[in-house]
């Protein structure tokens, strides 16, 4: 058994140990989940090594770039670098009215943030359809705080987009091969209802 001695709330000397068996426990869990194919989030092994991205606000783009370059070992190139794969993009965002006061005056708003996106491989094939990632939010609003209302519709946008991201770089791991048989192609994806109302 290993021993560290600390010191408990008494101030007198204590001894913690670490058996050899829990050690190994945790040294056979680890392997286990390696072999069973688990992944920590943010470590991908996507099929494209090089990998273009055209679209999308600059905020969205570098954050992507952030991720995927950070979490695996495909690099962001520009288009016009031989890339294996190209990932285009395009957001949108809008709101509507949720509720309304006594007086026909809004109370509360829903903000909405979309992004529509595909992969092509370099030889045209199309690796991704065309799909979309679709989120919402609630808020609050007061004409007195129009301010303070306009800066938290920015965080939750930004929080949108942030969310976006990384539903993408999963998306984008889904594509096994660059060259994929009949059959084996990425499945596009698309909301076919209506989102639900977002809590406050």
């Not at 286990?32 to 989030?41: E, I, M, V």
């Not at 055209?54 to 070992?73: F, H, I, N």
């Not at 965080?155 to 994929?180: E, F, G, I, K, W």
């Amino acid at each position: 058994m290993r021993k560290t001695k600390g010191v408990d709330v008494t101030g007198k000397a204590v001894e913690k140990g670490v058996s050899r068996r829990s050690f190994l426990a945790l040294v056979g869990g680890a392997a286990a989940l390696s072999a069973c194919g688990f992944q920590l989030r943010g470590q991908q092994d996507y099929a494209f090594k090089r990998l273009a991205i055209t679209g999308g606000a600059p905020q969205m783009v570098a954050r992507l770039e952030r991720m995927v370059q950070g979490g695996s070992d495909t690099v962001i190139v520009k288009p016009f670098e031989k890339p294996d794969a190209t990932l285009n993009l395009s957001e949108g965002q809008g709101l509507r009215t949720l509720s309304l006061n006594a007086q026909g005056v809004v109370q509360e708003y829903e903000l909405v943030y979309n992004v529509n996106y595909s992969l092509m491989g370099a030889d045209g094939t199309l690796l991704i359809p065309p799909s979309a990632i679709v989120l919402n939010r609630s808020m609050t609003y007061s004409d007195q705080y129009t301010l303070a209302k306009g800066q938290e519709a920015t965080l939750l946008y930004n929080d949108m987009r942030n969310d976006a991201v990384d539903q993408l770089t999963r998306r984008l791991a889904t594509v096994r091969s660059l060259h994929p048989a009949p059959g084996e192609q990425t499945p596009g994806v698309s909301p076919r209802a209506p989102l639900p109302v977002p809590p406050l």
